[in-house]
């Protein structure tokens, strides 16, 4: 595997990079919204009703990872291991310093770096989805089969019973929150988990970036 791979990168970003329709706007325009969390936190799907409300592209690190590698993030951590991994992660950070106008997705591991930490802040304005463990295990638990693409958590579907399972993910999801908190709790804004769908979590992150920017404005013109 080719770890320098920026040209078979710009292929795969512009790939994933996806356009939508005008619509709602903020009152000042980020350069990027980054979004991180736990694995199964809703990322992806929030990121791409976000993208789609603001017009903004969309990009999942993971998705352009495994097509600038040519094959699934499973398959590169079996071969190569997890710390070849997380260096690729570090390397795709930071060749997205240069993109404007998206929104892109953050696979939960990538955040549990301080170098990586400083790229996400330089990309943009990162906002933390701190959805509760519980809610996400049950989630998982829905659809097993995409668990098999999450490998920190796939070890998960050779727990016999459902209730079992359901307990050792709760914990594994635990043990990732506490040794990643420190970094999320960085992040410039969080939404907590109170959306009813993805399209609501999209609008509460926009009025979280309205509401900071009008505050300022407010701010500066008294000064």
């Known amino acids: 595997m080719n770890m320098?791979?920026?040209?078979?990168?710009?292929?795969a970003q512009n790939m994933h990079d996806r356009k939508a329709p005008q619509?709602?706007?903020f009152s000042k325009k980020p350069s990027n919204i980054v979004l991180v969390g736990l694995p199964g936190s809703g990322k992806?799907?929030?990121?791409?009703?976000?993208?789609?409300s603001t017009g903004y592209g969309f990009l999942d690190l993971d998705k352009c990872i495994e097509d600038s590698q040519g094959m699934s993030i499973s398959e590169i951590i079996q071969r190569f291991g997890e710390k070849k991994f997380r260096a690729l992660e570090g390397e795709v950070l930071s060749q997205l310093l240069s993109i404007r106008n998206h929104i892109v997705s953050v696979g939960g591991g990538a955040v549990d770096s301080d170098k990586n930490w400083h790229f996400l802040e330089k990309i943009g304005v990162v906002i933390w989805l701190n959805v509760h463990v519980e809610g996400i295990a049950r989630r998982l638990l829905q659809e097993e089969k995409r668990l098999k693409d999450r490998p920190l958590l796939a070890d998960v579907i050779r727990v016999?019973?459902?209730e079992k399972r359901f307990a050792f993910l709760v914990e594994r999801l635990n043990q990732l929150f506490e040794r990643r908190r420190v970094y999320y709790e960085r992040?410039?804004?969080?939404?907590?988990?109170?959306?009813?769908g993805p399209n609501e979590c999209a609008r509460q992150i926009q009025y979280l970036i309205n509401r900071s920017y009008l505050r300022k404005f407010f701010r500066f013109s008294r000064e």
Do not use: I, P
């Not at 992040?187 to 009813?196: E, F």
């Open 4 to 11: 320098n791979s920026s040209q078979k990168f710009k292929r």
């Open 160 to 162: 016999e019973g459902r």
């Open 44 to 52: 992806t799907v929030v990121g791409r009703a976000l993208a789609y």
């Open 187 to 196: 992040a410039w804004g969080t939404l907590s988990d109170v959306c009813s």
């Open 23 to 25: 619509g709602a706007r």
